[in-house]
């Protein structure tokens, strides 16, 4: 019988400059795979490469969290962008990523918009062609993570591309499985161990509760912790401790061994 396991990621790598936001290096211990910025909506080059570093040293899987080109408004702003220059633009970030990760001894093994992009192209059919054409030209082998049913997992298996689904550790569901915007209360989940008992559901495709109170299943591949969350670091922690208390191991949904517990890769 095939042990049960589960990929914990996280969005990291997002900040930038004098402007700190996460704890990179704490959850680089806790999780199995890292979204790491590319530095359209968030991170340098310091600290993309020093996230590159740490992942390679934990043994973390590295996937390119591309984005739009919006420092400002942390790429969670929609832009209009025709879908020739948004392919450039992730193939700009995937490369950029790929180069920083290969001489800190790993590379881009999968791809993960981020924010506005990320909510944009569950719907919005020639953006999510678009980010599809740049990930099959930069490596048809590539993997990608997204939203069950996004117009983007569809997309990128019609293209031959490995998919694999998403569920949110931290956020909220609609009736219909998107997250709640950001801009409506509850949208964030914050009680560890309430986090912990709804992956350890999603973790056996049990269902959880959708804001409205209905039951609503989601399917999973890959849990994702917001690095940028307050107490983002106790959250992950719970959630790996719950999810072997329960005997599911920890393993990146791209394959590989799954993590141990070892003083090497404790936060």
């Known amino acids: 019988m095939t042990e049960p396991a ?38 340098d ?15 973390v899987t590295v996937g390119a969290q591309v984005g739009y080109r919006d420092l400002a408004g942390f790429g ?17 970030q995937i490369a950029a990523l790929d180069g920083l990760a290969r001489i800190s001894g790993t590379r881009v093994r999968y791809v993960k918009p981020h924010g506005a992009l990320y909510n944009a192209i569950v719907h919005h059919e020639a953006q999510a062609a678009a980010v599809v054409e ?27 591309l490995r998919v694999h689904r998403e569920a949110f550790a931290d956020r909220a569901y609609t009736p219909e499985g998107t997250l709640v915007s950001r801009r409506e209360p509850g949208a964030v989940l914050h009680d560890p161990e309430e986090i912990a008992e709804r992956c350890v559901r999603i973790a056996r495709g049990e269902p959880v509760t959708a804001v409205d109170g209905s039951a609503l299943l989601v399917e ?23 999810l072997r208390a329960e005997g599911i191991a920890l393993r990146p949904f791209t394959g590989g061994p799954p993590r141990e517990r070892t003083p090497a890769n404790l936060p």
């Not at 999973?220 to 719950?242: M, Q, Y």
């Open 76 to 92: 969670r702003r929609f832009i209009d962008v025709p879908p020739a220059e948004l392919t450039d633009d992730v193939l700009y």
């Open 134 to 160: 740049a990930v099959r030209t930069w490596d048809p082998d590539c993997a990608v993570l997204g939203l069950p049913g996004s117009q983007w997992l569809r997309r990128a298996g019609e293209a031959g």
């Open 6 to 43: 589960m990929d914990l990621n996280s969005d990291l790598a997002e900040s930038f400059g004098r402007w700190e936001l996460g704890d990179d290096a704490a959850l680089l211990a806790i999780v199995t795979s890292a979204n790491i910025a590319c530095g359209y909506h968030a991170g």
């Open 220 to 242: 999973a591949d890959s849990l994702c912790v917001h690095g940028d969350s307050p107490g983002a670091v106790r959250i992950a922690g719970t959630v790996r401790d719950r």
């Open 45 to 59: 080059a310091t600290v993309i490469r020093r996230a590159c570093a740490d992942a390679a040293r934990h043994g």
